[in-house]
């Protein structure tokens, strides 16, 4: 040992980075989101978050299902079903109604749980397609960064909510543009389902998740953001071809 070496003093040890609670990370996505999702990437959360986001989907859904005119949509597609088949009996058009309103009260209970699925499952496909690229990080920080980056989602519910129960009633089939933050209120979904379908896509509220998903799998992944960007954003159009596919089913099948 040299007597530089012994006169050495040792090195500080660095300083551990505190953690933000829940509430800190949820006002942070919005507000400085690069940092939030590196607190989140070191150390990951599903319960609060997940806790939120069902919570305000039940209360959107309880509050805005009664406001729905679902009457008024029933007697638009009956009306449809009677030009697409004329020999339709009036009991067969009021038993596929029932069957609607049904499913609706199906819905109203079972959607904002049955949605944690789709969670999952959105974590599970962007964590396979980063670790397919080389990426890293666990399903808990994919799954993490998931459900904070769908806070946008979540403000949208709310303001949907509101708009619905300041106007009162609302058709069913325009939820997708009761809210103008996507460009498909300017057709009518009922002649244009597709391209109202394709329009509805580029919603500022989806844009804004897609945008926090990038930033969230960065540093969980260390990939780069170039490369995060066209993992999340190819999944993405993969997503819409897929729907606009069934729109196009749905057209065609009104159509016969």
């Known amino acids: 040992m040299t007597i530089e070496s012994a006169g050495t003093p040792p090195a500080p040890p660095v300083a551990a980075v505190p953690t933000k609670n829940f509430f800190e990370r949820l006002v942070g996505v919005f507000f400085s989101p690069t940092e939030t999702f590196d607190d989140i990437a070191r150390k990951p959360d599903i319960l609060w978050p997940l806790v939120l986001i069902v919570a305000i989907g039940y209360i959107t859904t ?17 009306e449809m079903m009677k030009k697409k088949n004329p020999n339709m009996s009036d009991a067969d058009i009021e038993r596929i109604g029932r069957f609607g309103r049904a499913t609706m009260t199906v819905t109203r209970y079972i959607g904002p749980a049955v949605a944690v699925a789709f969670y999952a499952i959105i974590a599970l496909v962007l ?60 057709v009518d979904i009922n002649e244009q389902p597709v391209l109202a379908s394709l329009l509805g896509s580029f919603d500022i509220f989806t844009i804004w998740t897609l945008v926090l998903l990038i930033i969230g799998f960065t540093p969980l992944s ?10 999340v ?9 897929v729907k606009l596919g069934f729109a196009a089913i749905g057209a065609a099948q009104m159509k016969g």
């Open 233 to 241: 954003l190819t999944l993405w159009a993969a997503m819409i071809v």
């Open 127 to 186: 964590w396979g397609a980063v670790r397919l690229m080389g990426g890293q990080g666990g399903y808990l920080q994919s799954f993490s960064a998931t459900l904070y980056a769908w806070m946008p989602m979540v403000l949208f519910s709310i303001i949907m909510t509101i708009i619905i129960v300041a106007r009162g009633s609302v058709d069913p089939t325009e939820m997708a543009t009761v809210v103008k933050s996507n460009p498909a209120f300017l």
């Open 222 to 231: 260390k990939l780069s953001r170039a490369k995060v960007a066209a993992i």
């Open 62 to 78: 309880f509050v805005t299902m009664p406001r729905l005119d679902f009457d008024a949509a029933f007697a638009k597609q009956a």
